[in-house]
C-alpha cells in the first residue's frame, strides 16, 4: 500500500492512522475494507459517529435521491425544505414521545461547536460565568469547550494559554465506592468561603466517552439535577457520544429520568458519518439576539437529510433500542469473562459501560495498546480511553449483525490471549 504521501505530507498531529496504518477504501456496515483487500471489522465506528455502520443502504437512498433533485446542499441559515423536515421529524419521532420541549440551535457542523454555543448560551442565559465540569470529562478542544476538558494531552496544547472560565469537580466514581462526589459539590455550593462562583451550568456526560467509558449512576443524576435546579444551576448534558442510541436510549439521560435544560448531539446524529450538530435548550433559555452566534456551515443540508432518514428509520419504534439493550449484555458478558481471565493471569481487570458504549479496563495504557495492536493485524479496529489510555473500548455500530459481533469478540478474546497468555 502507497502511504509515502501521506506520511510527508499530512501533519505529525494526525492520530487515528498511527494506530490503524492502512488505506482503506471502502466500507459496509461494521466492516471495513483496505486497499490490499484485507477486511476489518468496525469496533471503533467513527468513536460513536456511525452508530448505523458504514453506508448504511436507507440514509445513502436518501442522500443520492437528495443529489438528484438539486437539493440545496448549503445556504448558510437560511430555511431550506431539509431543515423544515429535519425539525418536523425531531419533534415528531424524538421529543413528542419523550415529553421534552425543547428549541433547536444549529451551531458549526462538529462537536465543539455544540459545546461552545451551549457554554455560551448558559452564560448569555444566567448572566454568569462558570461552567462546572466533571474529572475525566471530554467536551472538545476549541477554547471554550477545552476549558471543560479533563485530559492534560490536549490542555497542554494551548501553548500555555491558561483556558478559563470551569471549575472541575469529582465525577461519581472517583474518590473510589461508597463515596457520594456530588457531598463535596453540594458543601462548596453553599459555602460563601467555598471559593467556587456561582456556576451558570453544570455540564457532563452521563456516560464519560474519552474519560474511560465510566457511567454515572442513576442515583447520582438525579441528585445532581436536584442540586442544579435548587441552586438555578442550568444542566448541560453533552450527549455528543453517548446520544443517538449509544447506550440503548435515544438520549443517555433517559436511563435516569433527568430532564436536561440544554442537550448537545452530534457524532451519530446525521447517522452517516457527514459532520452536523445541534444543541437543544429548554425554550425559556433561548436568548441569543439574531445573529449573536454565527458560522457559515450551520445546518448543512446533506446532513440534515441523513440525519432525518435516521431518525425515521430507526426511532419510530423500539426495536433498535431493544437490540443494543441485547447486544450490550453480549459484549457485557465476554468482557467480564475477559476481566476474569486477565485477573487469574495477574493483570487486574474490569468492565463498565451501558448499552453498546463499553470498556474493558487493563489497568494501564501499555497493556491496552499491546492488546488493541494485536487485534488490528488479526482483522479488528478497535481503540482506548481514558486517563491513561487504559481502556480498550467497544463502540461497534449500534447495527451490527451478530455475527460480526461475535467475529469482533472472539478477534478481541484471540489478541488478549496470545499476548498474555
Ligand atoms: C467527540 C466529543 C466532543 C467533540 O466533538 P468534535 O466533533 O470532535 O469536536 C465533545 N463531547 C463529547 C462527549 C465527545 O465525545
Known amino acids: 500500500m502507497q502511504t509515502q504521501i501521506l506520511e510527508r505530507m499530512e501533519s505529525e498531529v494526525r492520530t487515528y492512522s498511527r494506530s490503524f496504518p492502512v488505506v482503506f477504501t471502502e466500507a459496509k456496515g461494521a466492516r471495513l475494507t483496505a486497499e490490499d483487500g484485507k477486511q476489518y471489522i468496525d469496533f471503533l465506528a467513527g468513536a460513536g459517529t456511525l452508530n448505523y455502520g458504514h453506508n448504511h443502504p436507507k440514509l445513502k437512498q436518501a442522500l443520492i435521491d437528495y443529489l438528484a433533485s438539486d437539493g440545496i446542499v448549503h445556504g448558510l441559515d437560511m430555511w431550506t425544505k431539509a431543515k423544515r423536515d429535519y425539525l418536523e421529524t425531531l419533534e415528531e419521532v424524538i421529543l ?19 459545546v461552545e454555543a451551549a457554554i455560551r448560551l448558559a452564560r448569555v442565559a444566567t448572566g454568569r460565568h462558570n461552567i462546572v465540569s466533571f474529572t475525566n470529562g471530554f467536551h472538545g478542544v476549541t477554547m471554550g469547550a477545552l476549558a471543560t476538558t479533563g485530559n492534560r494531552k490536549f490542555r497542554e496544547a494551548t501553548g500555555g494559554i491558561p483556558t478559563q472560565g470551569s471549575a472541575f469537580m469529582p465525577f461519581d466514581g472517583y474518590l473510589g465506592e461508597g463515596v457520594d462526589t456530588l457531598d463535596y459539590f453540594e458543601k462548596l455550593l453553599g459555602d460563601n468561603s467555598s471559593g467556587l462562583d456561582r456556576p451558570a451550568a453544570v455540564i457532563l456526560e452521563t456516560v464519560q466517552g474519552e474519560g474511560g467509558i465510566n457511567p454515572a449512576s442513576t442515583e447520582w443524576l438525579q441528585r445532581l439535577e436536584k442540586l442544579c435546579r435548587s441552586y438555578e444551576i442550568l444542566l448541560i448534558v453533552d450527549d455528543i457520544q453517548a446520544g443517538c442510541g449509544r447506550t440503548g436510549k435515544f438520549f443517555s439521560f433517559e436511563h435516569a429520568g433527568i430532564t436536561p435544560d440544554i442537550v448537545t448531539n452530534s457524532k ?4 452517516f458519518g457527514l459532520p452536523f450538530a445541534h444543541v437543544l435548550m429548554r425554550p425559556e433559555l433561548d436568548k441569543w439576539k439574531p445573529g449573536q452566534y454565527n458560522g457559515t456551515f450551520r445546518g448543512f443540508g446533506l446532513a440534515m437529510v441523513t440525519g432525518t432518514a435516521a431518525l425515521r428509520h430507526f426511532w419510530s419504534d423500539d426495536t433498535l433500542e431493544r ?7 453480549v459484549v457485557e458478558d465476554r468482557f467480564q469473562q475477559l476481566a476474569a481471565w486477565l485477573s487469574e493471569k495477574g493483570i487486574p481487570a474490569s468492565e463498565r459501560g451501558r ?23 488479526r482483522g479488528l479496529v478497535i481503540e482506548t480511553s481514558g486517563h491513561d489510555g487504559q481502556a480498550v473500548k467497544c463502540l461497534c455500530p449500534l447495527t451490527i449483525s451478530d455475527e460480526d459481533l461475535i467475529e469482533g469478540l472472539d478477534i478481541l478474546e484471540a489478541s488478549i490471549k496470545q499476548v498474555f497468555g
Open 96 to 114: 413528542k414521545p419523550r415529553g421534552l420541549e425543547y428549541k433547536v440551535h444549529l451551531p458549526g457542523p462538529t462537536g465543539t461547536n455544540a
Open 268 to 271: 451519530s446524529l446525521s447517522g
Open 323 to 329: 437490540d443494543v439493550q441485547r447486544k450490550g449484555r
Open 355 to 377: 448499552g453498546l458504549m463499553r470498556a474493558l479496563d487493563v489497568g494501564t495504557g501499555d497493556n491496552a495498546d499491546k492488546i488493541t495492536a494485536e487485534a488490528f493485524k
